[in-house]
């Protein structure tokens, strides 16, 4: 199965759309399905854009409307989470999973799901220190919780540190103790992130011989940048 794995989303359904068709003609393959990995930013209205997290002079409709209206359908199947600059006015609604779109499916505030024979965790937010601890009633009305980043707290990401020197304290100290019983228990086959605004692989071995995570960290959607990339999954 070829799955196409994007970053930030940040509204620009319709370019990453474009690109998978790029892809597809170039390539002569077919896309089976299209995995976003935060900032998805699913306005349909002015109200919608009253409650995107972004700072008023970057609120723009973008294209998920024309999706959500039935004006186009979405070219591939597409399922994504939540990130921290979200509408989530909308979001709310659709809390406990649901089709955002004809054919684009939310994944909720922490979901598993089985495309074909492939089981997907989702998990919506971004880690933030102060908020980690707070109870759940504490948090009641913010979409934030935990990405999983498991090149980081296995201590693979030098090369990142280099590029994002304000990701170092972070990974080294909070993430470990929030991600690491996590991606050892789970010992997924691939693990993907966005938020970081940054192209980053990894590799993670759980133990010696054992089963190894592909981690992948992908940039927005940008001109010039790495957002989107086609993973293989060989079915079973």
Request: aromatic share 12%; with cysteine; glycine share 8%.
């Given at each position: 199965?070829?799955?196409?794995?994007?970053?930030?989303?940040?509204?620009?359904?319709?370019?990453?759309?474009?690109?998978?068709?790029?892809?597809?003609?170039?390539?002569?393959?077919?896309?089976?399905?299209?995995?976003?990995?935060?900032?998805?930013?699913?306005?349909?209205?002015?109200?919608?854009m009253?409650?995107?997290?972004?700072?008023?002079k970057?609120?723009e409709?973008?294209?998920?409307?024309?999706?959500?209206?039935?004006?186009?359908v979405?070219?591939?199947?597409?399922?994504?989470?939540?990130?921290?600059?979200?509408?989530?006015?909308?979001?709310?609604?659709?809390?406990?999973?649901?089709?955002?779109?004809?054919n684009?499916?939310?994944?909720?505030?922490?979901?598993?799901?089985?495309?074909?024979?492939?089981?997907i965790?989702?998990?919506?937010?971004?880690?933030?220190?102060?908020?980690?601890?707070?109870?759940?009633?504490t948090?009641?009305?913010?979409?934030?919780?935990?990405?999983?980043?498991?090149?980081?707290?296995?201590?693979?990401?030098?090369?990142?540190?280099?590029a994002?020197k304000?990701?170092?304290?972070?990974?080294?100290?909070?993430?470990?103790?929030?991600?690491?019983?996590?991606?050892?228990?789970?010992?997924?086959?691939?693990?993907?992130?966005?938020?970081?605004?940054?192209?980053?692989?990894?590799?993670?071995?759980?133990?010696?011989?054992?089963?190894?995570?592909k981690?992948?960290?992908?940039?927005?959607?940008?001109?010039?940048?790495?957002?989107?990339?086609?993973?293989?999954?060989?079915?079973?």
């Amino acid at each position: 199965m070829k799955i196409a794995v994007e970053g930030c989303m940040h509204g620009a359904l319709d370019k990453v759309y474009d690109t998978i068709k790029y892809i597809e003609n170039t390539r002569n393959i077919k896309i089976d399905l299209l995995l976003c990995y935060g900032d998805f930013q699913a306005v349909r209205n002015g109200k919608d854009m009253d409650s995107l997290n972004v700072a008023p002079k970057y609120r723009e409709m973008k294209s998920f409307w024309i999706y959500y209206s039935g004006q186009e359908v979405a070219p591939v199947p597409t399922i994504f989470i939540g990130g921290n600059n979200e509408a989530s006015n909308y979001l709310w609604e659709l809390y406990y999973v649901g089709w955002a779109a004809p054919n684009i499916y939310f994944l909720g505030y922490a979901v598993v799901v089985k495309f074909g024979n492939i089981r997907i965790n989702g998990l919506s937010g971004i880690y933030n220190a102060r908020n980690y601890c707070l109870g759940w009633d504490t948090m009641k009305g913010h979409l934030i919780m935990t990405i999983l980043s498991a090149s980081l707290i296995m201590g693979t990401g030098n090369n990142l540190f280099a590029a994002k020197k304000h990701f170092e304290d972070p990974a080294r100290n909070s993430w470990k103790q929030t991600c690491c019983s996590a991606a050892q228990k789970t010992q997924t086959i691939v693990l993907v992130l966005a938020h970081l605004h940054c192209k980053f692989t990894a590799l993670v071995e759980h133990e010696e011989g054992g089963r190894v995570t592909k981690f992948l960290a992908l940039d927005k959607c940008l001109p010039g940048r790495k957002f989107l990339q086609v993973v293989d999954i060989d079915l079973i």
